[in-house]
C-alpha cells in the first residue's frame, strides 16, 4: 500500500516549526534561515512531501482564493501591485479574483459583495479616490475574511497594511528640487481625504518649511490626472509670480505639466523643473524623460499576500509594512 501523503502540517509537527516556516522555507523565502530551509527541504525530499494547491490553504466552508481590488488597471504602479500579488499567490497556492474599482465607491461595494458570495478566504485592496466611508470593508471582517489594504489605505477600520513611505519620498523629491534652484514649488495633490495626498502634500510642506520657502494655499491644488494639469498648468506658467517647480503625486500628472509647459515655450528643466511620482513607463516616455520616486510597486504587492497569508495561516509576525522609495533623476529636473 503506498503511504499517506505527508502535508506542510506534518513537517511543521516533527520539526517543531510553524506551517508558516515549513510554508517559506519550502519555497527558499529568505526571512527563514539557511540551516533551517535545509533541514526543511531534506525531511519533505526524505518523505517524498508534495504540495497540493489546492488544500494546502482551504479553510472550512471556502476556496483558497484571494479578492483583489485595483482601483484603476491602467496605472502602472497598480499593475505592478498586481503582478507582486500574482507571483507570491501562486508560488503559495493560492488563487486570486482581480476586479477594478474605477475609482468609484459604488462600485467598490458591489466588488466586496462579490467577494463574499464567491466565499473568498481574504481580500488585498486599495480604495477608490470616492470611497470615504468603510462598511463595505467591515463586513468582510464581521464575516471572517482578513483584509490587507495597500498604498490608499483605510484608517476608519482596524486591518493590516502596506504603503510606500510617501512623505519620505515627497521630501527627498522637492528637496531635490530647491536644492537645484527652485523657488516657487507647486504641489499637484489627489483628493485631500486620501492618506497618501496627507503624506506626500506633508513631506512637500516640510521640505519647503526646511528651507523657509513660504508656501500659500494657492501653491497646493487638486489635480492629480494628465488632462486636468494641461487645463491648469497654462494659465499659471504665464501668471506674473509663475512657478518654477511642480511635485505631481503621480507620473500622468507631471507628463500633463512638461506638455503645458511646452505649449507656453517654457523650457524643462531650465525654467521649469518638474517631479513625479510612480517611476512607470510614462516616466520613461516623455521628452525630456521625467525624474520621479519609485513607488516599488511589486515589492507592494509581494508584500501585502505575504501579511495576508501569514494571518490565513495564524501566524501575524509582519502585521504592516512600509516599502522604501527612492529619487529617480532624470531630465526634468536640473
Do not use: W
Not at 489546492?54 to 485595483?70: E, H
Not at 490626472?225 to 517647480?245: C, F, K, N, V
Not at 511635485?247 to 509647459?261: H, K, Q, S
Not at 521625467?290 to 495576508?308: C, D, M, P, R, Y
Amino acid at each position: 500500500m503506498n503511504k499517506p501523503q505527508i502535508t506542510i502540517k506534518d513537517i511543521a509537527r516533527a520539526l517543531n516549526v510553524s506551517p508558516s516556516t515549513v510554508s517559506r522555507a519550502l519555497k527558499n523565502n529568505p526571512d527563514i534561515s539557511q540551516e533551517t530551509r535545509d533541514l526543511i527541504h531534506a525531511y519533505a525530499h526524505e518523505h517524498n512531501y508534495k504540495p497540493n494547491a489546492q488544500a494546502v490553504n482551504l479553510r472550512a466552508g471556502r476556496s483558497n482564493t484571494i479578492g483583489v481590488i485595483v482601483p484603476q488597471m491602467v496605472h502602472h504602479f497598480f499593475s505592478c501591485v498586481l503582478s507582486g500579488i500574482e507571483q507570491a499567490s501562486s508560488e503559495a497556492g493560492y488563487n486570486i479574483i482581480v476586479a477594478q474599482s474605477n475609482e468609484s465607491y459604488e462600485q467598490e461595494v458591489k466588488i466586496v459583495h462579490s467577494f463574499l458570495a464567491a466565499r473568498v478566504c481574504g481580500v488585498i485592496a486599495s480604495l477608490a479616490k470616492e470611497t470615504s466611508h468603510y462598511e463595505h470593508y467591515q463586513e468582510l471582517l464581521e464575516n471572517n475574511i482578513p483584509i490587507v489594504f495597500y498604498d490608499r489605505i483605510c484608517t476608519g477600520i482596524k486591518t493590516e497594511r502596506v504603503v510606500v513611505d510617501d512623505y519620505a519620498g515627497s521630501f527627498a523629491a522637492v528637496e531635490y528640487m530647491i536644492q537645484t534652484g527652485c523657488k516657487r514649488i507647486y504641489f499637484y495633490g489627489a483628493s485631500p481625504h486620501l492618506e497618501i495626498t496627507k503624506n506626500r502634500r506633508n513631506g512637500y510642506l516640510d521640505a519647503m518649511k526646511k528651507y523657509k520657502i513660504p508656501v500659500d494655499d494657492s501653491m497646493i491644488l487638486l489635480c492629480d490626472t494628465r488632462e486636468r494639469a494641461i487645463a491648469i498648468t497654462p494659465d499659471l506658467l504665464e501668471s506674473p509670480e509663475r512657478p518654477d517647480g511642480f511635485f505631481a503625486i503621480n507620473d500622468e500628472t507631471a507628463a500633463g505639466i512638461l506638455y503645458a509647459c511646452k505649449l507656453v515655450g517654457l523650457k524643462v528643466p531650465d525654467e521649469v523643473s518638474i517631479c513625479g511620482f510612480t517611476n512607470g513607463v510614462i516616466a520613461q516616455s516623455t521628452d525630456p524623460k521625467l525624474t520621479t520616486v519609485e513607488q516599488h510597486g511589486e515589492e507592494v504587492g509581494k508584500s501585502a499576500f505575504n501579511i495576508l497569508y501569514e494571518k490565513l495561516e495564524g501566524e501575524e509576525k509582519s502585521p504592516n509594512k512600509i516599502v522604501r522609495t527612492n529619487l529617480v533623476v532624470r531630465g526634468t529636473t536640473k
